[in-house]
C-alpha cells in the first residue's frame, strides 16, 4: 500500500477511535451522582425530670407517745441521770384524748381536769375543763421568771396507767350512799406554755371550757357507756434546757410529777362510743 494510504488509513481508524471514545469521556467527565447524605443521628429526648421528693411529716404523737416519753423522764430524774442529744419530743405534733365523765362527780372537777356534773337540779350535765395556773409551779417558775414564758395554763394527763382512750371497765356512777374513792394524786401534765411577745388569742386566763348536755323531760342524756374524751391537740416545745419533759420530786420514795411543754391549737370533748365531736374551741 503507498504511503499516501497507509496515512489516510491510520487517520480514519483515529477518527473512528475517537467517535467510539467519546461517548465514554462523555460519561466520564459529565456530572456524578451524588450518594444520599447520612441519615441524621436520632434525635434522643432527655429523660424527664424526677418528681420532686415529698417528705411527710412525722406522725402526731398520741396518748401512749406522751405515756412512754413521760416514764422515760421520771426514771431518768430519780436515777440522777442527765439527758444527752436533741430531744426527739421537741416540735412534734399531738393529738391526746384522755377519757373523763366514767364516774360523773357530784362537785365541779378540780382545774387542769375535764368533768362532768349535774346542772339546772338535775336538768342537765355540764361538760367542763377550767386550765389551771401554773405559773408558780416549781416545775416551771424558773422558765417564768427568766420571761422565756409569762403564763402557764395546766391540763392534767389522768389515769396516767391507763393507755387506751376509754374509761377503763367497771367505772360508773356512785350512788348517793357510797363514798367516793379518793382518786391517785396527778402525776402527768401538760403545760400550755405562752412566751412574753407571743399572742394573747388563745389564753384562757381562767375562764372554763363548757357545753351543756341536754336531754328529753327534763333529764339529761345518758352518759356514753365508754364516757367522753378530752382531746387536747398542738405541738411540744421545750424549756429553757431543750428538753420537752421536765420531773421533780420531794423524795426518792415518791413517784415525779412530770408536765411537758406545749403549745395548744385545739381543745375538744368527743363522744367516747363514737368518737363525734360534742364541742371544740380552736386558737385561730
Request: hydrophobic letters at 40%.
Amino acid at each position: 500500500m503507498p504511503p499516501a494510504d497507509v496515512n489516510s488509513a491510520r487517520r480514519r481508524r483515529a477518527r473512528l477511535g475517537a467517535v467510539v471514545l467519546t461517548p465514554f469521556l462523555l460519561l466520564a467527565c459529565g456530572p456524578q451522582e451524588t450518594a444520599p447524605p447520612p441519615a441524621p443521628p436520632p434525635k434522643i429526648e432527655p429523660p424527664p425530670p424526677e418528681p420532686p421528693k415529698i417528705i411527710a411529716p412525722p406522725p402526731s404523737l398520741g396518748r401512749a407517745d406522751l405515756l412512754a416519753a413521760a416514764a422515760a423522764a421520771a426514771s431518768a430524774y430519780a436515777a440522777g441521770a442527765a439527758a444527752e442529744g436533741a430531744d426527739p419530743l421537741a416540735g412534734r405534733s399531738f393529738t391526746i384524748r384522755t377519757p373523763f365523765g366514767c364516774a360523773p362527780d357530784r362537785a365541779k372537777p378540780s382545774p387542769g381536769l375535764a368533768g362532768r356534773t349535774l346542772r339546772a337540779k338535775g336538768h342537765a350535765a355540764e361538760l367542763s375543763l377550767t386550765p389551771a395556773d401554773w405559773t408558780q409551779s416549781p416545775l416551771v417558775a424558773a422558765a417564768v421568771e427568766a420571761k422565756v414564758w409569762d403564763a402557764v395554763e395546766g391540763y392534767w394527763i389522768d389515769r396516767p396507767w391507763l393507755s387506751s382512750e376509754a374509761c377503763p371497765p367497771g367505772a360508773a356512777p356512785a350512788g348517793d350512799d357510797e363514798e367516793i374513792p379518793v382518786p391517785s394524786p396527778q402525776t402527768l401534765g401538760l403545760a400550755a406554755v405562752f412566751e412574753p411577745e407571743g399572742s394573747r388569742f388563745g389564753r384562757r386566763n381562767g375562764r372554763a371550757y363548757a357545753f351543756t348536755l341536754r336531754g328529753e323531760d327534763k333529764t339529761p342524756p345518758e352518759p356514753p357507756a365508754k364516757g367522753y374524751r378530752l382531746v387536747l391537740e398542738g405541738r411540744f416545745t421545750a424549756f429553757p434546757d431543750g428538753r420537752s419533759i421536765h420531773c421533780r420530786a420531794e423524795s426518792p420514795d415518791q413517784r415525779p410529777l412530770c408536765v411537758a411543754a406545749a403549745q395548744l391549737d385545739r381543745v375538744a370533748f368527743e363522744d367516747g362510743d363514737t368518737g363525734a365531736v360534742i364541742s371544740e374551741w380552736r386558737k385561730d
